[in-house]
């Protein structure tokens, strides 16, 4: 993509949540949910995805493989150094797909060349060009970043971006990469690059802000507003440390004040809060109540002064609706008696296509969950789906709970889980029915992971909602995300643990036990 092929009041979404979100702690996905939300990304009509690091590790290669293979629509990245090795593993990893990009970076600031490269200036640069033309000679389509742009030297800046463009590059991205720029001297910088490199009328110039002084989105703004035309950023603002922009933040900010920006992109933001959702669940990392556009909060009136405005005219106390973002109200589509063409056909309709194996397994759920609860609401089918289409193979099932607590009991729980056959059963007590639960789990199975964080959430709003467990657990240092949906609460948060230790179980045993 270069410049003549962006109208320039289109500003290109670029989304790192695969890769620059995927890389901060404890939010690793593996390989079936990246392609999950990638499949996502392209129905939320993201322009780029960024698929991964495809050098770091064989599960970003594959993962950047089995997205260059699956998903139609967007352009598909994968990031490398400024090294031939990580050069050449992109363009195998990305080959498969249709349009596709080579993303190659090095740092540009003082201090990240002298103690973190330990190269001078003139070796980064020759070093730079080397790479832009080695990856030219795979794709027409690369990208070349200078990590700390803000705090590097300005006549450096001219010079390596320039050398870059002549030989290829076709995007240049600006990162801010820790987040230390404000809106006012980021903003200057892209105008005074677009000012002071001849050749950088040709490309597309990007942003990529990080948000350690919670700025990440104004500075994306301000760069947009000086001419940027690529906007990199992250669903839910997810990142390195404070996180990166917000795609959310950015893409409601610009078609909301489209009178200011005059700019657009193709984001259909309709998809924004199930994506945000998605996401969400699958890293195991929850929004705050109060996030702009998709926290559960953001379009909540409470004060009896705005709710009275708002009955009288919505745009009284609303600067979009809800709906605009994919916010609706909770709508009752199925019951036991839809029956399975009925199921089906929603299941369609919400963007899933399961194989015949995936829609028996889910009717059968779907009747268990329609025995104990009348309504069943789409919010409800999406989380049982994506537990269908993810899950993986059960090392451990939790076959029978039996939990007891109440005021001036001594909270316990019995379990039985059948693993491979064998009945392994326990019963233990606890701080609290949840804790009693784990610790029965702990000694049936003998595994004994860290419990990271533990959170609950009723998928739909009435008192018969179905409960979602979501936590995650850190063994060996690694994080593993368990999900576990029920109408009972303690039944949700111990599918969880058996869920996430099913996860851990699968990748210690090379993770080839998935069922997709
Ligand atoms: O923050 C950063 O500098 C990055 C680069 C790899 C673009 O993520
Ligand atoms: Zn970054």
């Known amino acids: 993509m270069t410049q003549e092929d962006t109208k320039k ?4 979404i670029f989304d790192s949540t695969l890769r620059d979100a995927e890389q901060s702690p404890g939010a690793s996905l593996n390989v079936p949910e990246k392609v999950e939300i990638a499949h996502q990304l392209a129905r939320l009509g993201v322009d780029i995805i960024e698929a991964g690091f495809p050098v770091s590790s064989p599960v970003q290669f594959l993962a950047v493989r089995r997205i260059s293979e699956e998903i139609e629509g967007p352009v598909i990245a994968g ?58 000679g795979y794709t027409d389509d690369v990208e070349f970043s200078g990590q700390d742009a803000p705090r590097s ?39 005074r690059l677009r000012e002071n490199i001849p050749g950088i009328k040709n490309v597309i110039i990007s942003t990529h802000c990080h948000n350690d002084l919670g700025l990440a989105t104004a500075n994306s703004l301000a760069g947009v507003a000086n001419g940027a035309r690529q906007v990199e ?19 409601m900010t610009l078609k909301t004040r489209r009178d200011l920006y005059g700019v657009d992109t193709r984001i259909n933001t309709t998809e924004i809060y199930r994506t945000s959702q998605m996401v969400s669940r699958l890293m195991g990392i929850i929004v705050q109540p109060n996030k702009a556009i998709v926290g559960a909060n953001a379009f909540a009136h409470e004060s009896g002064i705005h709710v009275d405005g708002l009955l009288k005219h919505r745009g009284t106390y609303e600067i979009m ?6 916010v609706q109200e909770a709508k009752m589509v199925l019951g036991r008696h839809s029956g399975r063409h009925g199921f089906k056909a929603r299941c369609t309709e919400l963007g899933f296509e ?3 194996e995936q829609l028996d397994d889910a009717y059968s759920k779907f009747l268990e969950i329609a025995d104990k609860k009348k309504e069943i609401y789409d919010e409800d089918i999406v989380a049982l789906l994506e537990d269908e289409i993810l899950e993986i193979t059960e090392t451990y099932h939790l076959d029978y709970l039996q939990c007891s607590c109440g005021t001036g009991t001594l909270p316990s729980a019995t379990v039985r889980i059948i693993r491979e056959g064998d009945i392994l059963q326990e019963a233990a007590w606890g701080d ?28 739909t709003g009435s008192s018969e909602a179905l409960g979602e467990a979501i936590l995650r657990i850190r063994h060996e240092g690694k994080i593993f995300v368990g999900r576990g949906l029920s109408t009972d609460i303690i039944e949700a948060s111990a599918k969880a643990y058996i869920s996430a230790l099913n996860h851990m179980v699968g990748r210690i045993n090379n993770g080839h036990n998935r069922k997709s």
């Open 153 to 191: 030297d300005i006549n450096f800046l001219y010079e390596i971006i320039q050398a870059v463009i002549e030989a290829g590059a076709t995007t240049i991205n600006i990162p801010d990469t820790v987040g230390y720029s404000i809106p006012q001297e980021y903003g200057s910088l892209i105008a």
């Open 79 to 136: 990031l490398a150094r400024t090294v031939k090795k990580d050069i050449d593993s992109a363009a195998d990893a990305l080959q498969p797909a249709k349009r596709w990009r080579i993303h190659t970076f090095t740092s540009t600031s003082p201090v990240h060349m002298e103690h973190m490269l330990k190269m001078t200036p003139a070796q980064v640069l020759e070093k730079a060009v080397e790479a832009v033309k080695h990856a030219k």
């Open 9 to 12: 009041e289109h500003v290109v």
């Open 233 to 251: 950023c992250t669903i839910n603002g997810l990142g390195e440390r404070a996180g990166n922009t917000s795609m959310e933040e950015v893409v």
């Open 354 to 356: 399961l194989t015949p």
């Open 432 to 459: 609290g029915p949840v804790d009693a639960t784990y610790n029965a789990i702990t000694k049936a199975t003998g595994l004994m992971p860290e419990l990271e964080n533990y959170s609950i959430r009723a998928v």
């Open 321 to 326: 609706t809800p709906e605009s973002v994919g």
